[in-house]
């Protein structure tokens, strides 16, 4: 089963753009530059403010039975310091390695809290490394 939450009452609703959303624009410009071949980065404010970078270090078309969970996957979390539930500009941010194929012989990412810019450069270091 699985369940979700939604949050009527979530700042990010009725066109209004979530927190964390020049975060969002942030990582874009520094990790869309043809780093890997599959990369999505969603932002919202549902539980918390939050950036999610999922990426694939194979192509769409060698994924084991289409699936990304079959490939060289890993995904990227991007909260606010400390547990708070909403961003506000100008704060840390907690950038954290959520989920990796067992496939890939990685170098170990470190959870850390700092700038944005700093986070997203650690990221960066990281798929350069993994490459």
Known sequence: MTLVVTDIDRPDVNG?????????S?????LYADLIPVMDIEC????MSSVIISGSFDERKDW????????????FFITPKDGKRY??????????????????????FRKYTGSPEK???KIK???IANK
Do not use: C, H
Not at 16 to 24: D, G, S
């Open 44 to 47: 919202n404010d549902n539980l």
């Open 119 to 121: 986070a997203i450069a």
């Open 16 to 24: 209004v753009q979530p927190k964390m959303y020049e975060v969002k």
């Open 87 to 108: 961003y506000e500009l100008g704060e840390n941010v907690t950038v954290e390695l959520n989920r990796i194929s067992y496939k890939i012989a990685s170098k170990k």
């Open 26 to 30: 942030l990582a874009f410009q520094e």
């Open 64 to 75: 084991v039975n289409g699936y990304w969970n079959n490939s060289l996957y890993f995904q």
């Open 125 to 127: 270091a990281w798929i």
